[in-house]
Every structure is written in C-alpha cells, then in structure tokens.
C-alpha cells in the first residue's frame, strides 16, 4: 500500500493581504482569505544579483589581522581584495603544477575603479 501524496508547502502558505490600486473602490470586498495565490502582488524591489553560471562564489572567513594585511596590500598595491585573492588561487594552482586558470569577474562590480 503507498503511502498519501504529501501536499506542497504552497498550499500551507496564508496569503498576504492585498493592496488595491489606487483609483475607483471595487464593487465587491475580497477577504484575503479568498485571494488567490495569483493575486497576491509582489513587493517591488531590488532583485539579488547572479553570478554568472560559469562563475562561483568563494567565502573565506580569515582573522581582522589578517584581513587588515591584505586591505592594506591592496591599497599599497592600488588593487582590490578580489584581485589580491585570484592572484593567490593561481599561485596555489602554479604551486601543485595545475595550469593558473582562475578568473576574475567582468562586469560592473568586478572592474578596477580607474581614479
């Protein structure tokens, strides 16, 4: 005997209230228990940035003394952090004789700031 189908989280969800536009009132209340998932507006705001899909995230968590040495190094260096670390990932790369074939992303986040 197979066990019931299990329901989606979606169904469990409350709607949230409605906003209605501004202009003329409707001719019939709706209760936002019978609003329907479509119905519900979406908070306009920023949307998140993506990485590109050949391009992946990164996270080192290093002490501040650390992490003070290398801002400085990049200011000494008129460079950024995200450089200081590509060019460190191809050294350990170079370092276990594998070809240096870390990149940095292009775009408007990942340039050089030219002053």
Same mark, same amino acid.
């Given at each position: =005997?197979?066990? &019931? ?10 709607? *949230? $209230? ?8 409707? +001719?019939?209340?709706?209760? @936002? ?6 119905? !519900? !507006? #979406?908070? !306009? %705001?920023?949307?998140?940035?993506? $990485? &590109?899909?050949?391009? *992946?995230?990164? #996270? ?5 003394? %650390? ?6 190094? @990049? ?9 200081? =670390?590509?060019? +460190? ?10 070809? &240096?074939?870390?990149?940095?992303? !292009? %775009? ?8």
């Amino acid at each position: =005997m197979s066990k &019931p189908a299990r329901g989606s989280l979606a169904s469990m969800a409350v709607p *949230k $209230a409605v906003t209605p536009p501004p202009g003329p009132a409707p +001719a019939v209340a709706v209760s @936002a228990t019978e609003v329907t998932r479509e119905a !519900v !507006v #979406q908070p !306009v %705001g920023p949307t998140p940035r993506r $990485a &590109p899909a050949d391009m *992946k995230t990164v #996270q080192v968590r290093i002490n501040k003394q %650390g992490w003070r040495a290398l801002r400085d190094l @990049a200011s000494d260096n008129d460079t950024s952090l995200e450089a200081l =670390m590509v060019d +460190a990932l191809n050294d350990v790369l170079l370092k276990n004789q594998r070809p &240096p074939i870390v990149q940095r992303r !292009v %775009g408007e986040r990942g340039q050089e700031r030219e002053e």
